[in-house]
């Protein structure tokens, strides 16, 4: 679809949009293409700080080199405030790339619409249906996906049970996909390919296994055309903290407009896709992006050094007062902590995937030292039920099976359950927030012992899928007895010696 631009008449003095990037200062890098001649070719859902700081770049990137077709359509299936800030800025926003050199400013223009699914579903499932809509990407986070303990489709969450009632004006993602995908089955066009970028192991798997049993629970006519729909696999990396005020004025100063939601982040950037689109896509490759048969070992490897330690430096970093990564970095402690972790982690990585941890780890931690980015260790706590499992329990279960040491593992849960204990004590109580909360707080409420949380924690959070012998909660139990008695930091030492 055509997009048309125009800023909104009151803003167009003084705001960030088509009709002002003449004003832009010259020293920031402006969108080097006609904007008002691309056309959309990928629906994204879920328009948050990452997919600015990241797949809309390298959209941008192609665009910018004459692929003007694969313009985005950004949907959030929650909240307006994306819509709200950047509409009226025909969805334009300055990426702000920092490091210890300083800060260099771009304006992405890849995001030519944006929409609020919960105000008008059916302007969401129109552009799924549309001819041009050939992908349809995804980060919505891990908690959104509605999944159980087990790992199966939560099919009594009350928002699945409203869309297969309601099947055109839909809340999920799982109902968004399938009412385009009907539609257009329903036209005579083919399946769009669905892109996964959130961080679930196997992604594109997951959520293809997801969504068929939302599909069979929906009893659609076309199950059988949705079984052969395409869902690659994807890696996505780079660190996006969150946007402040200060950011804000800072960064309006510089490009000279008034800018109402830029996105700051790393040089550092990586996304590994395996190249699964029956209707083509666009040429990422040209600006780093690495096409592969199977993203699982580089998925495994990020999420167990990169992700694995960034739940690490969170919750020991809230438990010793340490507000952001590259403060929790530096502190030696934590940082040996992190060696530890690492040192652990690796032996569980695919040993013939040629992916040089050694190298990556090194990598990590220039970008984990980075004082320039101010990544809050209270936004990476959030939803930590949701992310443990892949990040540290998968690993922990492969270590105990080879007989191997899982003490730096094992204190990162043992941390997260301290720090969901915390709050509304030694932690402010809103400081951060997990799906699991409510239940939580019951646990926290009543008379249990340590060993007796621990598993009851378990149990709660889906754990015991991975710990079937209980022995990882009650190594869980021994860290976090540590923790009790002697302090995060007494914990971390014992890890360490």
């Known amino acids: 679809m055509r997009q048309g631009k125009k800023c909104v008449q009151q803003d167009r003095s003084t705001r960030l949009c088509d009709g002002n990037l003449g004003k832009i200062n010259r020293e920031v890098e402006t969108p080097a293409y006609d904007r008002n001649g ?18 809309a770049v390298y959209v941008d990137d192609c665009l910018a ?22 509409g009226p800025q025909d969805g334009l926003y300055t990426l702000a790339v920092q490091d210890k050199a300083g800060e260099r400013l771009r304006v992405i223009g890849s995001i030519a619409k944006l929409l609020v699914a919960p105000e008008d579903p059916q302007a969401l499932v129109a552009y799924l249906a549309d001819k041009a809509t050939r992908i349809v990407t995804l980060t919505v986070t891990e908690k959104a996906y509605l999944r159980r303990g087990d790992g199966k489709l939560d099919l009594d969450h009350p928002d699945i049970a409203w869309d297969l009632s309601n099947p055109q004006r839909p809340r999920t993602v799982y109902g968004f996909l399938s009412a385009g995908l009907e539609n257009r089955f329903a036209s005579g066009l083919p399946a769009f390919t669905v892109l996964c970028c959130d961080n679930l192991p196997a992604n594109g798997e997951t959520v293809r296994q997801l969504f068929l049993e939302y599909v069979t629970a ?4 076309y199950a059988e055309a949705m079984a052969d729909v395409a869902f690659p696999s994807t890696m ?13 004025s800072r960064i309006s ?25 029956p209707l083509g896509r666009p040429r990422w490759e040209r600006f780093g992006v690495t096409m592969v048969e199977d993203v ?5 490897m990020k999420l167990r050094l990169l992700n694995g330690a960034h739940s690490a430096m969170a919750y020991l970093g809230l438990l010793v007062g340490r507000a952001s990564v ?8 934590i940082r040996t902590f992190i060696n530890g972790l690492w040192e652990e982690a690796i032996p569980t990585l695919p040993r013939e995937a040629g992916l040089e941890p050694d190298k990556y780890t090194a990598a990590l931690a220039e970008r984990f030292s980075n004082p320039a980015l101010v990544h809050r260790t209270a936004q990476i706590a959030m939803d930590g039920s949701q992310k443990l499992p892949q990040r540290i329990l998968a690993a922990a279960a492969t270590r105990l099976r080879d007989g191997a040491p899982t003490g730096h593992l094992l204190t990162v849960v043992a941390a997260w359950i301290a720090c969901c204990e915390a709050r509304g004590r030694t932690l ?17 409420s009543g008379m249990l012992s340590v060993s007796e949380l621990v598993a009851q924690v378990f149990q709660v959070a889906g754990f015991t899928s991975i710990d079937e012998s209980g022995e990882i909660a009650r190594r869980v139990a021994v860290h976090l007895d540590a923790i009790r008695n002697g302090g995060a930091l007494a914990a971390m030492r014992m890890a360490n010696a």
Not at 218 to 221: A, D, E, K, T
């Open 38 to 55: 691309i056309s959309t070719g990928i629906v994204h859902i879920g328009t948050g700080a990452f997919h600015r700081a990241h797949q």
């Open 65 to 86: 080199a004459g692929e003007g077709d694969w313009g985005i359509v950004g949907a959030s299936l929650r909240s307006p405030d994306t819509r709200d800030a950047l």
């Open 218 to 221: 929906r009893g659609s006519q």
């Open 236 to 248: 996505v990396d780079r660190i996006v903290p969150a946007t402040t005020d200060e950011d804000r």
């Open 253 to 277: 100063g510089k490009i000279g407009v008034t800018d109402a939601w830029p996105v700051k982040t790393e040089p550092f950037m990586q996304w590994v896709i395996e190249d699964q689109f």
């Open 296 to 300: 699982r070992p580089f998925e495994e």
């Open 326 to 333: 590259a403060e929790a970095f530096n502190d030696p402690d």
């Open 428 to 444: 402010p109580a809103g400081h951060f927030a997990d799906p699991l909360d409510d239940r939580l707080a019951d646990l926290f």
